[in-house]
């Protein structure tokens, strides 16, 4: 998908994804079959993946799939392709750094550049299902807008702070080919997948092979 021009991006307001968390997130659930995790050195999750062009049945079904293999994973957002599924879109059920839980979709999505003076950096711990039981280290902002579509196809943007900020752009990052580890130093990537190696994951995953 083109990313939209600063006018349709001015005129696109912030969803609420915040409200009826437990029965949205439910619903998806028990709709959904949850499915095993792509691991770090399938071809899937390194590249950039396709763009939603339909927005129908199919999509809605993975979706919920989605989100019942995220729960399985005890996970708070899950991409497309870590369930093998080469399409641009995330699902996300993540509380913020006030405790507030936000739930969701966003197909297509694109991360907003952020002003200078928006750009605080925080280096929390950061994991990922597909990189499992391993954590480090990562300075990312800690404010972050994505602009994308929903599973109907209508434009929608969505901000986070804090913690939620953190896994918009993981997610957002993994539909473009890249895993958090990519992001570290040699050395880092080196000991979060030594972790990776050491520790039986708690959840059904893909083997590569």
């Known amino acids: 998908m083109a990313q939209q021009d600063s006018d349709q991006q001015d005129s696109v307001e912030f969803i609420v994804d915040t409200e009826d968390c ?73 509380l913020d750094d006030e405790g507030v839980r936000h739930v969701g979709a966003v197909c297509n999505p694109v991360l907003d550049d952020l002003p200078a003076e928006r750009r605080v950096l925080d280096d929390s711990n950061e994991g990922c299902l597909s990189v499992p039981g391993a954590y480090a280290e990562l300075a990312r902002p800690d404010y972050a807008v994505v602009r994308g579509q929903n599973a109907k196809g209508e434009p929608i943007a969505v901000q986070g702070t804090g913690y939620f900020a953190r896994c918009l752009q993981h997610e957002t990052d993994h539909l473009y080919g890249y895993l958090y580890i990519d992001r570290l130093s040699k050395r880092d990537r080196k000991d979060a997948l030594r972790q990776m190696a050491e520790r039986e994951p708690r959840y059904p995953v893909v083997a590569n092979d």
């Open 22 to 94: 437990e029965e949205r997130e439910t619903a998806h659930r028990e709709r959904g079959t949850s499915r095993p995790i792509t691991v770090v050195g399938n071809p899937v999750l390194h590249k950039e993946c396709k763009d939603v062009t339909e927005f129908d049945d199919s999509l809605a079904q993975l979706i919920d799939d989605m989100f019942a293999s995220q729960r399985t994973a005890e996970g708070v957002g899950l991409a497309a392709n870590q369930i093998g599924v080469d399409l641009k879109v995330f699902v996300y059920d993540c």
